[in-house]
T-cell receptor, first 110, second 112 residues
Framework: KNQVEQSPQSLIILEGKNCTLQ??????????LRWYKQDTGRGPVSLTI?????NTKSNGRYTATLDADTKQSSLHITASQLSDSASYIC?????????FGPGTRLSVLP | IAGITQAPTSQILAAGRRMTLRCTQD?????MYWYRQDLGLGLRLIHY???????GKGEVPDGYSVSRANTDDFPLTLASAVPSQTSVYFC???????????FGQGTRLTVV
């Protein structure tokens, strides 16, 4: 069964600190992997997309990595800001569908 | 450009009532989707449409129906609402199936 797992379930950090969110997937075939950010009360918004041949992709303070051999991805947030407080969702595309992870809830405190 | 718009933003509905959630996009995307999001679970696909005039069942289609009469609109209907359908519903669209999905702001539905 195609599945995406994320850890931790929730995370609290202080403003200015770095953090890393994890995503493990058992999805086949693999087309691409995306990280979405979902602010409270809003729909998810795409942060990064990586295909099989890419192992790192940056978007400002967000850096995603992909290890297609171990089927793992991470999202690293550098110098966190209060506005980074949100849920981060890992999404793997096996073809024409999307398989969503449950998300990691990040809280950045002043 | 509005992008993708859902209505209503929130609704409290009596069990047994019929309800249609509206979704409109102005990006001329071929594919559209309806998801429900429940606490602790990932977004789950209810129904999808790869192009106007076609629809398909997702992971949790029971109790829901959709139609895709044109490119822009993709309404989701609950024929007879039940409390287990209390959830946040997201409509999304993408240029083609499997490409980047753009989400609406969500509809929070409470069935009592």
């Amino acid at each position: 069964k195609n599945q995406v797992e994320q850890s931790p379930q929730s995370l609290i950090i202080l403003e200015g600190k770095n953090c890393t969110l994890q995503c493990n997937y058992t999805v086949s075939p693999f087309s691409n992997l995306r990280w979405y950010k979902q602010d409270t009360g809003r729909g998810p918004v795409s942060l990064t997309i990586m295909t099989f041949s890419e192992n790192t992709k940056s978007n400002g303070r967000y850096t995603a990595t992909l290890d297609a051999d171990t089927k793992q991805s991470s999202l690293h947030i550098t110098a966190s800001q209060l506005s980074d407080s949100a849920s981060y969702i890992c999404v793997v595309t096996p073809g024409q569908n999307f398989v969503f992870g449950p998300g990691t809830r990040l809280s950045v405190l002043p | 450009i509005a992008g993708i718009t859902q209505a209503p933003t929130s609704q409290i509905l009596a069990a047994g009532r019929r309800m249609t959630l509206r979704c409109t996009q102005d990006m001329r995307h071929n594919a559209m989707y309806w998801y429900r999001q429940d606490l602790g679970l990932g977004l789950r696909l209810i129904h999808y449409s790869n192009t106007a005039g076609t629809t398909g069942k997702g992971e949790v289609p029971d109790g829901y129906s959709v139609s895709r009469a044109n490119t822009d609109d993709f309404p989701l209907t609950l024929a007879s609402a039940v409390p287990s359908q209390t959830s946040v519903y997201f409509c999304a669209s993408s240029v083609e199936p499997g490409t980047e999905a753009f989400f609406g702001q969500g509809t929070r539905l409470t069935v009592v």
